[in-house]
């Protein structure tokens, strides 16, 4: 999850690409240059170990647009795909 912060931040599409699982990845990934990341708080982690095949990540990325602060508020589920961390989808929270 602290990877795709970053990668979100930082514009890295090519990694956003590849930790997304293949079959819920968008066409395309467009990003807000209006929008200044804050911080990210890792909330709860619901399994996603060494020896897990699935797990569930809840998050609070914080960030400024227009000069108003705001937060993105989400349970974030992942698997194995090849072996590698990937993010299927998500809800958001309140």
């Not at 000069?67 to 194995?80: M, P, V």
Request: proline letters at 4%; charged letters at 30%.
């Amino acid at each position: 999850m602290r990877s795709r912060y970053t990668a979100f931040t930082s514009g890295a599409v090519d990694y956003l690409t590849t930790s997304w699982h293949p079959d819920h990845r968008p066409a395309t990934i467009a990003f807000d240059p209006d929008v200044q990341w804050l911080g990210l708080e890792i909330v709860d982690v619901s399994a996603g170990g060494p020896e897990d095949l699935v797990g569930e990540v809840e998050f609070v990325a914080r960030f400024r647009r227009e000069g108003q602060r705001a937060k993105l508020h989400e349970r974030s589920r992942f698997e194995r795909h090849d072996g590698r961390w990937v993010y299927v989808d998500g809800d958001l929270l309140s």
